[in-house]
């Protein structure tokens, strides 16, 4: 019986201190400046379908940098029509995005067209730059 309510007590600790890692892990989007919106172009280097941000790895067109755009997480962006393989390494895309405020190559993604017109992201469900401000 006692090894019963120790086994009991771990196992609280435990999922507290894991949902505890979770929550401190998730931060806010302060860094960007959502005063700003820029327009990147350039090669998909890597697409990361993950939580609780999906990321963007770019190589800019116009000067070879390599950008980290933070997205949102699978399931929003499911909603917005966005799937694990809507971007593969290689595809040449425009991202509109807020930049980070340190001026390092990072930002905010707002919605992204691909080289053959199509959109992804919140402007195609009624966001981005032409979408009434909050």
Not at 81 to 94: M, V
């Amino acid at each position: 019986m006692k090894m019963t309510a120790i086994r009991s007590v771990a196992l609280g600790v435990s999922a507290t201190l894991l949902c505890s890692t979770f929550a401190f892990a998730h931060h806010s989007f302060a860094m960007f400046d959502r005063k700003v919106e820029v327009v990147l172009t350039g090669a998909v280097k890597e697409f990361q379908w993950v939580n609780p941000h999906s990321y963007i790895q770019l190589v800019s067109d116009k000067d070879g940098q390599n950008w980290t755009i933070e997205g949102g997480g699978v399931n929003g962006l499911a909603r917005e029509g966005w799937k694990r393989d809507s971007l593969k390494p290689g595809d040449k895309i425009s991202v509109h995005v807020h930049p980070l405020r340190s001026g390092a190559p990072g930002a905010e993604l707002l919605w992204v067209q691909r080289a053959d017109g199509t959109i992804l992201g919140n402007k195609a469900a009624g966001g981005g730059p032409d979408a009434p401000k909050p």
